[in-house]
């Protein structure tokens, strides 16, 4: 289960009046998995849907459309490695009539390695392509990058992943930055041992 909820600070996106801060949207991806970890190749396989609920609080924030698409995920655990690959294609399906149809597919190869005490070394670079775009060279995001996260176990709480990585653009649309930093704070549920 994952549901980011996007904030963009103060400033992050800019216009001729100043700046612009205020929720995206909302994004839900379920997934029905097959557990193979405790065999040769310690494999986990996951299949289910993304939705993208229409909940920005600006039309700069997000697209006006509400959207959804199959979501595949595989990941590997040969310790002290996690690797693995979250696939999807999104269409829109109601929304804002005067807003640009989405048909968006992303790709986010994932590699950590991981150090005792919750430290490690991360990148995960969601490489994207916009099927919508008017112009082909506007098409592909290709970022590069990574960077360091730490998870904070907190006795009988839920334990805490703080992420900070650096991409820059090999491949972007015009307008597009060259690099951004992502920050990223999740609070987590895993399964009890038995």
Request: proline share 9%.
């Amino acid at each position: 289960l994952v549901i980011p909820i996007p904030y963009l600070p103060a400033n992050a996106i800019m216009d001729k009046s100043g700046s612009l801060a205020g929720l995206g949207n909302i994004e839900y991806t379920g997934f029905f998995a097959r557990d193979e970890s405790k065999r040769r190749f310690k494999l986990v396989g996951g299949f289910g849907p993304t939705f993208i609920f229409n909940t920005a609080t600006d039309d700069r924030l997000g697209t006006g459309k509400w959207s959804v698409g199959p979501t595949l995920a595989l990941v590997s655990l040969p310790d002290p490695w996690v690797v693995g690959a979250v696939i999807r294609n999104l269409w829109s399906f109601a929304g804002d009539n005067q807003r640009r149809k989405v048909n968006v597919f992303l790709i986010e190869p994932f590699v950590n390695y991981n150090f005792p005490n919750g430290w490690y070394l991360t990148s995960t670079p969601p490489i994207t392509a916009n099927w919508k775009a008017e112009e082909k060279r506007n098409r592909w995001t290709v970022p590069i990058g990574g960077g360091i996260g730490k998870v904070i176990f907190r006795g009988e709480k839920r334990p805490i992943n703080l992420k900070l990585q650096g991409f820059y653009y090999l491949e972007k649309p015009d307008q597009a930055p060259d690099w951004t930093l992502q920050l990223q704070f999740q609070i987590l549920f895993p399964d009890k041992p038995d």
